[in-house]
């Protein structure tokens, strides 16, 4: 039981804004640490940011690379679980496939043996 599925990716231009959505099934995530990961053709997959949740799901920690800080803001809607990516100012080299995934911890989700569940993916294409 349990099935993340990404969506929200297109083709758009530099400067745009996108949000991403990851949808999850049953209840095997309630408990679970989510995020987002991307993969860049030719380049190894990239942690991008992750979130934390109480009992009363407000959200007690946020996670973000680097590269996407200032830019990108990770969020949860507590009633069905899901968990969006807010794009701001996408740049040429955001381009990537777009991962959700989850773990039981923020260290096993951004672990080197990477996080135990992950989505089919949904492509994002920035233009310049």
């Known amino acids: 039981q349990g099935q993340l599925v990404e969506s929200g990716g297109g083709l758009v231009q530099a400067g745009d804004s996108l949000r991403l959505s990851c949808a999850t099934s049953?209840?095997?995530?309630?408990?679970?640490?989510m995020g987002w990961f991307r993969q860049a053709p030719g380049k190894e997959r990239e942690f991008v940011a992750a979130?934390?949740?109480?009992?009363?799901?407000?959200?007690?920690?946020?996670y973000y690379a680097d590269s996407v800080k200032g830019r990108f803001t990770i969020s949860r809607d507590g009633a069905e679980n899901t968990i969006y990516l807010q794009i701001s100012s996408l740049k040429p080299e955001d381009t990537a496939i777009y991962y959700c995934?989850?773990?039981?911890?923020?260290?096993?989700?951004?672990?080197?043996?990477?996080?135990?569940?992950w989505g089919q993916g949904t492509q994002v294409t920035v233009s310049s």
């Open positions: 995934a989850a773990d039981q911890s923020i260290e096993a989700l951004k672990s080197r043996s990477g996080p135990n569940y």
């Open positions: 049953g209840r095997t995530f309630s408990r679970y640490v």
């Open positions: 979130i934390t949740w109480s009992w009363s799901g407000a959200i007690t920690n946020t």
